[in-house]
């Protein structure tokens, strides 16, 4: 089975703060996804990542950089965390294109104060 | 633009009624991917199906069933006899061939009572 692990299951971070949460997949999956969810919006897509160094903006990418140097690894930086970045943060792969099933870590519960 | 309308927020049922989530969908592409994903409280979401548009079979799986109706734009999800395992967040996705982005609705709580 695809395994996708997410460094933390919750952290706390003070505003102005950099923060790194870090994704790992271990079935060599070309697309990695974040996402962040929130109650009411469902899932909106932060970045994503087609290939090593490759990335793309989603719906919502200000505030947030990623970085992907290893195929099996995308992280997502909040460069200046901010109390609306409080979220639960997923992260995802696949195969293919989006087209395809996602495959999702656990989530991280970020809080920012 | 790509749109997912899951208006049921929560639902509440007992053990062993049937019960059918909602979900509609808006797409100007002619081809385009349906998914549903179940989040249960260990917050990891599982995929449970994908449709794509040109194929509207209803599909039974278990005590699932999905209904897609291309004339109503709607992916709709029935458990049928649900059990307290059932109890998740099931979310409705949608992507477009062209598109690198999946859309999904805000979610539908599902609590499943003995």
């Known amino acids: 089975d695809v395994k996708v692990t997410q460094s933390s299951r919750y952290l706390v971070k003070r505003t102005g703060e950099k923060v790194f949460l870090e994704c790992v997949q271990d079935?060599?999956?070309?697309?990695m996804f974040w996402y962040r969810q929130d109650p009411g919006l469902g899932l909106r897509l932060i970045y994503f990542?087609?290939?090593?160094?490759?990335?793309e903006k989603g719906d919502i990418p200000e505030g947030y950089s990623v970085s992907r140097e290893k195929k099996e690894r995308f992280s997502l930086i909040l460069e200046s965390a901010s109390t609306n970045q409080t979220s639960m943060y997923l992260c995802?792969?696949?195969?293919?294109?989006?087209?395809?099933?996602?495959?999702f870590g656990s989530g991280t519960q970020l809080s920012v104060l | 633009a790509q749109k997912v309308t899951q208006a049921q927020t929560e639902i509440s049922v007992v053990e062993k009624e049937d019960v059918t989530l909602d979900c509609v969908y808006e797409?100007?592409?002619?081809?385009?991917?349906l998914f549903w994903y179940k989040q249960p409280p260990s917050g990891e979401l599982v995929f449970l199906i994908r449709?794509?548009?040109?194929?509207?079979q209803n599909e039974i799986s278990g005590r699932y069933s999905w209904n897609f109706q291309k004339s109503t734009s709607s992916f709709n999800f029935t458990i049928t006899a649900s059990q307290v395992v059932d109890s998740a967040v099931y979310f409705c996705a949608l992507s477009e061939s062209n598109n690198n982005d999946m859309r999904f609705g805000a979610g539908t709580r599902l609590t499943v009572k003995p």
């Open positions: 995802a792969s696949c195969l293919g294109g989006l087209n395809e099933k996602l495959f």
């Open positions: 990542s087609y290939d090593v160094k490759m990335k």
């Open positions: 449709r794509n548009s040109f194929d509207e």
């Open positions: 079935m060599d999956h070309e697309n």
């Open positions: 797409t100007r592409d002619t081809t385009y991917y």
